[in-house]
Nanobody, 118 residues
Framework: QVQLVESGGGLVQAGGSLRLSCAVS????????MGWFRQAPGKQREMVAF???????NYADSVIGRFTISRDSAKNTMYLQMNSLKPEDTAIYYC????????????WGQGTQVTVSS
């Protein structure tokens, strides 16, 4: 019903920047809130940034002041601007969407690799 496709990952030096994009297609009206998660090797998946359908924002403490989440409804795309990247930001980053129907499963993208070298 909904497809999420991430892009924009890559290799960057510490202190550099990347912008991730999440293109949304399908039954877009069935999406509620959206966000970015990441999973580093050997660690659990964690929430990085969250944007509600009403525009409220929330960030993990570790990225406050460095990452910015945004959503362009006209382009059906969500973004994650990542500045001042650190080696500990290295992970696979996943796009996530909550379905409007609480009985439906969450939507996930396939992930995009972000690697920050020291």
């Amino acid at each position: 019903q909904v497809q999420l496709v991430e892009s924009g990952g890559g290799l960057v030096q510490a202190g550099g920047s990347l912008r991730l994009s999440c293109a949304v297609s399908g039954r877009i009206s069935s999406i509620n809130n959206m966000g970015w998660f990441r999973q580093a090797p050997g660690k659990q998946r964690e929430m990085v940034a969250f944007i509600s359908s009403g525009g409220s924002l929330n960030y993990a403490d570790s990225v406050i002041g460095r990452f910015t989440i945004s959503r362009d409804s006209a382009k059906n795309t969500m973004y994650l601007q990542m500045n001042s990247l650190k080696p500990e930001d290295t992970a696979i980053y996943y796009c996530h969407a909550d379905p409007s129907d609480p009985n439906s499963s969450d939507y996930w993208g396939q992930g995009t690799q972000v690697t920050v070298s020291s």
